[in-house]
């Protein structure tokens, strides 16, 4: 199994563009979650996801969107970067409880 | 020592020493509790979990301790390494509900040789 990856680690964006990071897990979660890691900080849920079709905001969804298809991917949108965006995300999926979480993308917007 | 700001906690001791991380929920209705260690550039990892049926657990190295009457969790690291130097988070879950964690602060570990 490889867990829960994501793409890409690193990106650097423009003010005002999108993109979209990525989240795969192949075991088969039906929870999945996207987190955001700011330097030196704890971790701030953006949005989840219980199940294939269901999502919801999590603490800090402004600026973000998510949709889940398939039980397999979680994609998070960011449709204006701005410079408050700047950060690390972190997708995780879980099992009864306990969240195994993907190695990052930093992101950066200047 | 302990230091506490704006920014994460920070707890520094020698290689050998034995470590306590602490750590205050706030969800009384909470039943199950994890700790994550998060190494530099890397996503938290699992160590150790218990429910609230339990007052202490024990893993390799390492143990956690549940109050629940003061909703307080501690993780003990015993003969600490370099290797132990990370962020540690702890989660509560309320089983009953959705698998929603709620992560505490989190406290950076760091372990001088």
């Known amino acids: 199994n490889a867990g829960v990856t994501q793409t890409p680690k690193f990106r650097i964006l423009k003010i005002g563009q999108s993109m979209t990071l990525q989240c795969a897990q192949d075991?088969?979660?039906?929870?999945m979650y996207w987190y955001r890691q700011d330097p030196g900080m704890g971790l701030k849920l953006i949005y989840y996801s219980v199940g294939a079709g269901i999502t919801d905001k999590g603490e800090v969804p402004n600026g973000y969107n998510v949709s889940r298809s398939t039980t397999e991917d979680f994609p998070l949108r960011l449709e204006l970067a701005a410079p408050s965006q700047t950060s690390v995300y972190f997708c995780?999926?879980?099992?009864?409880?306990?969240?195994?979480f993907g190695e990052g993308s930093r992101l950066t917007v200047l | 020592g302990e230091s506490v700001g704006l920014h994460l906690p920070t707890l520094s001791v020698q290689e050998g020493d034995n470590s306590i991380i602490n750590c205050a929920y706030s969800n009384s209705a909470s039943d199950y509790f994890i700790w994550y260690k998060q190494e530099s550039g890397k996503g938290p990892q699992f160590i150790i979990d218990i429910r609230s049926n339990m007052d202490k657990r024990q893993g390799q190295r390492v143990t956690v301790l549940l109050n629940k009457t003061v909703k307080h969790l501690s993780l003990q690291i015993a003969a600490t390494q370099p290797g132990d130097s990370a962020v540690y988070f702890c989660?509560?879950?309320?089983?009953?509900?959705?698998?929603?964690?709620?992560f505490g602060r989190g406290t950076s570990l760091i372990v001088h040789p």
């Open positions: 989660a509560e879950n309320e089983s009953g509900g959705s698998y929603i964690p709620t």
């Open positions: 075991m088969n979660h039906n929870y």
């Open positions: 995780a999926s879980s099992h009864r409880g306990e969240l195994f």
